[in-house]
């Protein structure tokens, strides 16, 4: 029996925005709160792919199966993830699109170094390593970072991950020298979406959008980014499921702000959604506005 493709969806959401709670002065909403956003949103993508095609994979899964594996290796760890596993030095990298939403292909996150910079920097310090990063999926941009490694004397023997696709493990292991260990193994899949790319305003939410001045992103949902060619939704659903994804981010946002006890401005984000206001207008207004 063919194994069914599932839709991935890793959750991150809590994570990225406690720390970015710590570094504004805010509060985040129960445990229980995360977790009917999540219901809803397994329920709402069940209605598009199919009754039991949806797996929502628990951050917590991820991390402890990643540190168990950082356990067995005696090789230092440097992680291309910045949600589960993070390290020092990193290596800071991020799908990057312009105003118009083309590719640009990768380029170092935001207000970090080169990543010809980055390499050479630990290149300096180890002559061995072992990367750990929360998804490979082409296997395109593991591959390329490896052999970058590689090309400068830095051997790279393991590779981490936590969501692994099939496609991306044989590229890199063919392309490379690197052995691939991952939490979670999927043959084929209809998609492998990080949660936080669905919510507008969350940290690193959607692709990089290059600027020099101001980090800014395009999440996978109109107006900001392309729901059908970055997460497989139908092309006759992205306009309702935009709606949906509005919707949860301004109850999310909302939230924030009711245990906060004060608003959450659109300069107050770490990264802004394409085409909001920079300045203290209220982002859950900006996001109403949308409707």
């Not at 709402?44 to 095609?53: A, P, T, V």
């Not at 959607?206 to 139908?234: M, Q």
Request: charged share 30%; glycine share 6%.
């Amino acid at each position: 029996m063919e194994e069914r493709k599932k839709y991935v969806v890793s959750e991150d959401i809590h994570i990225l925005l406690g720390e970015w709670a710590i570094k504004k002065g805010f509060c985040l909403p129960s445990g229980d709160f995360f977790e009917q956003l999540r219901k809803e949103l397994w329920k709402y993508l069940s209605e598009i792919f199919g009754i039991g095609n949806i797996d929502m994979v628990l951050a917590e899964e991820l991390r402890d199966g990643m540190q168990k594996f950082i356990r067995q290796i005696d090789i230092p760890v440097i992680s291309m993830d910045r949600v589960y596993i993070r390290t020092n030095p990193e290596i800071q990298i991020a799908r990057v699109v312009d105003d118009f939403l083309n590719n640009c292909g990768t380029r170092p996150r935001f207000g970090t170094p080169s990543i010809q910079e980055q390499l050479a920097r630990l290149k300096a310090k180890y002559c061995k390593i072992a990367l750990i990063d929360d998804v490979l999926f082409s296997g395109n941009v593991m591959a390329e970072i490896v052999s970058s490694l590689e090309k400068i004397g830095v051997a790279v023997p393991v590779v981490i991950v936590g969501i692994a696709i099939g496609e991306g493990v044989e590229k890199t292991q063919k392309q490379t020298e690197s052995e691939v260990l991952s939490v979670k193994y999927y043959r084929e899949v209809i998609d492998e979406i990080c949660e936080r790319d669905f919510y507008p305003g969350v940290p690193l939410s959607g692709r990089l959008v290059a600027d020099e001045k101001t980090e800014i992103g395009s999440p996978y949902l109109h107006p900001f980014g392309k729901p059908c060619n970055w997460a497989s939704i139908p092309r006759n659903k992205e306009k309702e499921f935009s709606v949906f994804c509005l919707q949860q981010a301004i109850r999310l946002w909302e939230e924030i702000e009711s245990v906060s006890q004060k608003n959450v401005r659109c300069c107050d984000l770490e990264r802004i959604p394409l085409g909001s206001p920079c300045d203290k207008f209220r982002f859950v207004d900006y996001l109403k506005s949308l409707l």
